[in-house]
């Protein structure tokens, strides 16, 4: 079945960076976009930033966009998301999601998948 793990989420200071992992199994890595959310305490899950299959294509939430980067190695089933300057609003539990489709990437419902989450805390 499918799975996404996501790793790399930390307690960093505000101005630091991070680089999360989401290595996927379980599907045909190189045909599917990839994207990550993230969700902080009683906010609802939002759209960080999506790229598509071969990578060529990215697309960012405009509260990331100039400190975020999402890259990913097809070689090893696992896309990336380098955040940098990081501010303590960015702190949230930080998800990584697949789907098959190219289209409304910024909606929770056009994903399949997600992995079960890693924390990220930036402190003031």
């Known amino acids: 079945q499918v799975q996404l793990v996501e790793s790399g989420g930390a307690l960093v200071q505000a101005g630091g960076s991070l680089r999360l992992s989401c290595a996927a199994s379980?599907?045909?890595?190189?045909?599917?976009?990839m994207a990550w959310f993230r969700q902080a305490p009683g906010k609802e899950r939002e759209f960080v930033g999506a790229?598509?299959?071969?990578?060529?294509?990215?697309d960012y939430a405009d509260s990331v966009k100039g400190r975020f980067t999402i890259s990913r190695d097809n070689a090893k089933d696992t896309v990336y998301l380098q955040m940098n300057s990081l501010k303590p609003e960015d702190t949230a539990v930080y998800y990584c999601?697949?789907?098959?489709?190219?289209?409304?990437?910024?909606?929770?419902?056009?994903?399949?998948?997600w992995g079960q989450g890693t924390q990220v805390t930036v402190s003031s």
């Open positions: 790229i598509t299959r071969r990578g060529g294509g990215t």
């Open positions: 999601a697949v789907t098959s489709t190219p289209w409304r990437l910024l909606e929770v419902n056009t994903y399949n998948y």
């Open positions: 379980g599907l045909t890595f190189s045909l599917n976009t």
